[in-house]
């Protein structure tokens, strides 16, 4: 186990990572003068740490952003150029890996939006109807960068988890906690808090696999709780932590949907996924 201090320091340093051919995919999509914003934007919405970094750095301005189209209009292209610059390539070994990680989040991204679009439908009261799509997508998105940081900066830790969950001893989570001392919800929150993201990503990164502590937006955490489920039985995972462990019945009963409303988010989701046009999602 590593002490609290050292894994602090060795998280607030971590810069922004990605794939190569994310990076240089980005860099020639900005340069071209026939490209518009919403290519942009649609690149970055696949990838959790652009969307992340790029939002944080919106936010040393403009406090509060949630909408990556609002914080490319607060950086102009010129700026997001400038910011990936400082990011990191990830190694090769570990690129498969992260790759699952960035295509679990794009993932979660949608299905958190179909599920609180559904919510809002039938509650009319619902906090979820006074959130927009972008902010919707961006909080299933970042929800597990925590897993990320694991696999970047704590790799052995992370690999020993991972031998330990195969042996069946238990979930990912709470074996990375036991190997590391923190486990992958602690890692992302550290992170995203250091960046200044909004409270509500907070929230999500922070208590996705723990819904009942939540200690606000308890409707939005708990679609994400249920997002990240349903993204994982369609097979979005990230390297071989491919178990689904258990839900959390409490944050289902908040949402108040019945069985019979899976099957269409389901079909929902798997029709937007086919959709996904122009770009690979993440590091794949």
Request: charged residues 20%.
């Amino acid at each position: 186990m590593i002490p609290l201090p050292t894994i602090a320091s060795r998280v607030l340093s971590t810069p922004g990572f990605t794939s190569g051919k994310t990076l240089t995919m980005l860099k020639q999509l900005i340069t071209d003068p026939g490209t518009s914003e919403d290519m942009v934007r649609s690149l970055i919405n696949s990838d959790p740490m652009l969307t992340a970094v790029i939002l944080g750095q919106a936010n040393q301005t403009d406090d509060g952003g949630t909408k990556v189209s609002e914080a490319l209009r607060t950086l102009g292209l010129g700026g997001v150029l400038g910011l990936t610059r400082s990011f990191t390539t990830v190694p090769d070994q570990i690129e498969r890996t992260l790759g699952g990680c960035w295509q679990l989040g794009h993932a979660c991204g949608i299905l958190t939006r179909i599920i609180a679009r559904a919510v809002a439908a039938r509650h009319q009261n619902s906090p979820l109807s006074a959130i927009d799509d972008e902010t919707l997508h961006a909080a299933g998105l970042l929800h597990d960068l925590g897993t990320a940081v694991a696999v970047m900066r704590f790799p052995n830790e992370y690999a020993a988890a991972l031998t330990r969950q195969e042996a069946g001893e238990g979930p990912l989570a709470h074996l990375l906690h036991h190997e590391l001392g923190a486990d992958t919800g602690d890692l992302g929150y550290l992170l995203a808090r250091s960046w200044n993201l909004h409270p509500l990503m907070l929230s999500c990164i922070r208590y996705f696999d723990r819904p009942k502590q939540a200690d606000a937006h308890h409707d939005l955490v708990a679609v994400v709780h249920l997002a990240r489920l349903l993204a994982r039985a369609c097979g979005h995972v990230a390297g071989a932590d491919r178990f689904i462990w258990g839900f959390d019945d409490s944050a289902l009963a908040r949402l108040g949907l019945r069985l019979d409303d899976y099957p269409p988010l389901l079909n929902r989701f798997l029709d937007e996924w086919e959709t996904v046009e122009m770009f690979e999602v993440g590091a794949k």
